[in-house]
Nanobody, 115 residues
Framework: QVQLVESGGGLVQPGGSLRLSCAASGSIFRIKTMGWYRQAPGKERELVETITAAGSTNYADSVKGRFTISRDGAENTVYLQMNSLKPEDTAVYYC?????????WGQGTQVTVSS
């Protein structure tokens, strides 16, 4: 089993920045990829950005150049630095940990971009 706990969401003005954190515990050695997904009201959950154990990243075109994912292996934590935030970035952000057999999810953290 893998447990994921997110933190760092909140309210920010357009153009502002936030950093999300996701701490993993449990069978972390099984995790191949970690990442962030988001779900806005009335929409399906979508990929934001992921990072493999080797450091390869994959991201949505909508966040290119604005969001950066990083992974601290020593602390078993993945971060999402979000800059130049837009109102359309408003959503619940979920941390994901993927093993060979399963997907694990955090409880989600709300990000609201509004003036």
């Amino acid at each position: 089993q893998v447990q994921l706990v997110e933190s760092g969401g909140g309210l920010v003005q357009p153009g502002g920045s936030l950093r999300l954190s996701c701490a993993a515990s449990g069978s972390i050695f099984r995790i191949k990829t970690m990442g962030w997904y988001r779900q806005a009201p009335g929409k399906e959950r979508e990929l934001v950005e992921t990072i493999t154990a080797a450091g390869s990243t994959n991201y949505a075109d909508s966040v290119k150049g604005r969001f950066t994912i990083s992974r601290d292996g020593a602390e078993n934590t993945v971060y999402l630095q979000m800059n130049s935030l837009k109102p359309e970035d408003t959503a619940v952000y979920y941390c994901n940990g993927r093993t060979a057999l399963s997907d694990y999810w955090g409880q989600g953290t709300q990000v609201t971009v509004s003036s």
